[in-house]
C-alpha cells in the first residue's frame, strides 16, 4: 500500500471534471510477469458538447503494467467525472487513454470506447500504444458489434 493514496478507504466525492480527477497509482506487486489487467466500464457517461444530450458507452481498458497499476477507486472516480463533461466520443476515448499512459507508463495499453447510437451511428474508438509485449494472453474485449434489432 502506499502513503500517497488519497481517496482508497475514505469519503471522496466525483469531481467536478475530468481535468480535477486525481488518478492514483501503487506498486505493481508482480512487476517481473506480463499479465494483463483490465477495467470494464459498461455504464460510462459524457456529454455531448454540443446538444448536451448524454452519451453513452461501454469501454474495455487493457493495459500490461511495468512499475506501476492504476488505483481502482481513482480510476472509478475519475471515469465517473465525464458526467458532466462535454466532449465528443474520439475525445473522451483517447484523452482517458493517454491520461493512464502518463500516469503509469505500462508496457502496453489499448483501450475499446464502444458507444451506443445517437442519431442513428454508433461510433467506436480503439486505440492502443503499439504492439503488446510477446508471450501475453490478450483476450477479446468481448463487446458485441452494434446490430440494433437485426
Known amino acids: ?3 500517497d493514496l488519497t481517496q482508497l478507504g475514505k469519503a471522496a466525492a466525483i469531481p467536478a471534471s475530468p481535468e480535477e480527477a486525481r488518478l ?3 506498486a505493481n506487486p508482480h512487476p517481473d510477469v506480463d499479465y494483463v489487467a483490465r477495467f470494464t466500464a459498461p455504464e460510462f457517461t459524457s456529454i455531448c458538447p454540443v446538444t448536451g444530450q448524454p452519451d453513452f458507452a461501454h469501454l474495455v481498458i487493457d493495459y500490461v503494467p511495468d512499475a506501476w497499476i492504476v488505483e481502482s477507486k481513482s480510476l472509478k472516480l475519475y471515469l465517473s467525472a465525464f458526467r458532466n463533461h462535454g466532449a465528443f466520443h474520439e475525445d473522451c476515448t483517447i ?3 493517454k491520461r ?3 500516469l503509469l507508463s505500462p508496457k502496453w495499453l489499448r483501450i475499446g470506447g464502444y458507444w451506443y447510437p445517437r ?3 454508433p461510433i467506436d474508438v480503439f486505440w492502443q500504444t503499439g504492439e503488446p509485449p510477446a508471450g501475453v494472453w490478450i483476450p477479446d474485449q468481448g463487446v458485441a458489434p ?3 434489432r437485426g
Open 1 to 3: 500500500m502506499s502513503d
Open 24 to 26: 492514483e497509482r501503487v
Open 95 to 97: 484523452a482517458i487513454a
Open 100 to 102: 493512464l499512459v502518463d
Open 119 to 121: 442519431g442513428g451511428i
Open 146 to 148: 452494434y446490430r440494433g
